[in-house]
């Protein structure tokens, strides 16, 4: 059965900082990972997907890669911002037995201190 | 706007009274899925569809019904909701993985169960 984990569970730094979350998964039968964002009693905004087939995707300040072969993906974020604060998900779908199921993380929640 | 759309977005109910939470996408998505979100364990996937008349079971399936009678709706049913269904929940859709599979949520309904 997939895993996912993501480290730390929190993280505060100062505005300006460049940072990386981190996520991990088990089995490497992936079709896409997804990382998204979720502001408290918010839903999630979906800010990057990686195809299996692809090694890295950037939006504006945000990139994130995928190394499918050792189960690892991180979101690098560019001089942080007070309003990214927000807590980070990352989402594999798996291709593997139980198709089209989707695994989260439990998620980073990120503070950016001004 | 391409969105999902729950409702209703907060409830408070009695044990064993029956309810239905109702999801409804504009964007023509073959996939929808039901997740709930509970403190310290994360989102877990209920059911899925990946088109019409097809449903099959997440990870945390036990007390809930699903339908997918049309492309555009997916309901959540709770049968005879108990207290250890007071949750998050959050509907999601998106194309399947042979196309983008971008997830897209909803904004998320809290069920209190008394």
């Known amino acids: 059965k997939q895993e996912v984990t993501q480290i730390p569970a929190a993280l505060s730094v100062p505005e300006g900082e460049n940072l990386v979350l981190n996520c991990s998964f088990t089995d490497s039968a992936i079709y896409n990972l997804q990382w998204f964002r979720q502001d408290p009693g918010k839903g999630l905004t979906s800010l990057l997907l990686?195809?299996?087939?692809?090694r890295e995707q950037t939006s504006g300040r945000l990139n994130a890669s995928l190394d499918k072969s050792s189960g690892r993906s991180t979101l690098y974020i560019a001089a942080s911002q007070p309003g990214d604060s927000a807590t980070y998900l990352c989402?594999?779908?798996?291709?593997?037995?139980?198709?089209?199921?989707?695994?989260f993380g439990k998620g980073t929640k990120l503070s950016v201190i001004p | 706007e391409a969105q999902v759309t729950q409702n209703p977005r907060y409830l408070i109910t009695v044990t064993g009274k029956k309810l239905t939470v109702t999801c409804s996408q504009n964007?023509?998505?073959?996939?929808m899925s039901w997740y709930r979100q509970d403190p310290g364990l994360g989102l877990r996937q209920i059911y899925y569809?990946?088109?019409?008349?097809?449903?099959d079971k997440g990870d945390v399936p036990e007390g809930y019904k699903v339908s997918r009678k049309e492309k555009r709706n997916f309901p959540l049913i709770l049968e005879s909701p108990s207290p250890n269904q007071t949750s998050l929940y959050f509907c999601a859709s998106s194309l399947l993985p042979a196309n983008t599979g971008e997830l897209f949520f909803g904004e998320g309904s809290r069920l209190t169960v008394l």
């Open positions: 990686i195809q299996s087939s692809q």
């Open positions: 964007m023509n998505h073959e996939y």
């Open positions: 569809s990946m088109n019409v008349e097809v449903t």
């Open positions: 989402a594999v779908r798996n291709s593997g037995a139980g198709s089209y199921q989707l695994t």
